[in-house]
């Protein structure tokens, strides 16, 4: 028994001596650490607020150090908040460093949240008669083009909100001519009640409209400076036109690493989804 006691002591002792071990996920094992001063630079970036961020990147660009100001909008973007104004002013810094791609891609990205910016169509306006590519679109009947004009006017929320303002009146101007003794007023409540009817139904669309284009991914904008469309997804198959860098385009198909475009004029073909952005 004693040879026994003494024996698991020397194990103790053994065991006891040997150097403590990290654990295999622990973060000194995993990787190599990172140079002091990009440590310091991803602590001060990540300590930074969404306003403070706001302000270094405004602050970069009326320096005109646009390429800085881009790096930090586009930080503000990686925190997963977007805005009309953010996408706006992205737009105006890439075009800034010319960059017509990217500037026309944002520019769209801050028309579809604000489709009634004067200032954000007037810029992509300009952004876009700078693009190599000269395409005239398919003539369309005039009623749709002044009904998406109309459209544009506003936003899905406030197109919403205009709906409901609507439903709420039709609501009322049936309980007029239901509640009404009056024949003037039960007329009025009637045709009060058609009118309001109609204004919830266009509005409702609208909105629907709107909101279907804001979640749309088939609009696209070329970023290569410039890509050939083939006429099948293989690299192999014959070129059938050029499209250059900030050329908007709609996507209408997909397979494997290539889409089938479509552009304003109508021709279509085979792009590779690594030339494109989809807005």
């Not at 790096?71 to 737009?91: C, F, M, T, W």
């Not at 949240?113 to 007037?122: C, E, M, S, T, V």
């Not at 009637?190 to 139904?201: D, E, K, M, N």
């Not at 996507?251 to 792009?271: F, H, P, Q």
Request: glycine content about 6%.
């Amino acid at each position: 028994m004693k040879k026994y006691l003494l024996c698991m002591a020397l194990m103790l002792g053994v065991a006891g001596s040997l150097p403590a071990q990290e654990p295999a996920d622990s973060l000194a094992g995993a990787a190599a650490p990172q140079s002091q001063p990009e440590a310091v630079a991803a602590e001060a970036a990540a300590a930074l607020t969404e306003a403070q961020l706001w302000d270094k990147a405004n602050t970069a660009y009326i320096n005109s150090d646009y390429h800085k100001a881009i790096d930090v909008y586009e930080q503000i973007l990686a925190r997963g908040l977007g805005s009309p104004k953010l996408y706006y002013n992205l737009g105006n810094a890439y075009f800034k460093e010319e960059r017509l791609g990217k500037a026309i891609l944002n520019y769209n990205r801050a028309l579809r949240l604000a489709p009634g910016n004067d200032d954000i169509r007037y810029n992509l306006g300009v952004a876009e008669a700078m693009t190599k590519d000269n395409i005239e679109d398919i003539p369309e009947f005039f009623l749709v083009s002044w009904l998406r004009a109309v459209r544009h006017t506003m936003g899905c929320t406030s197109w919403s909100i205009l709906s409901l303002v609507a439903l709420l009146c039709m609501l009322g101007l049936f309980l007029l001519y239901l509640l009404s003794q009056r024949l003037s007023l039960r007329k009025a409540g009637f045709y009060g009640t058609l009118v309001a009817f109609l204004l919830f139904v266009v509005t409702m669309w609208f909105a629907a409209a709107e909101r279907h284009e804001i979640l749309d991914d088939s609009q696209a904008v070329v970023m290569a400076s410039a890509a050939a469309v083939k006429s099948s997804p293989d690299t192999s198959s014959t070129d059938l036109f050029v499209l250059h860098e900030g050329t908007t385009l709609t996507v209408t198909d997909r397979l494997g690493t290539w889409c089938e475009v479509v552009i304003a004029d109508g021709k279509k073909g085979w792009l590779e989804s690594s030339k494109i952005e989809v807005i």
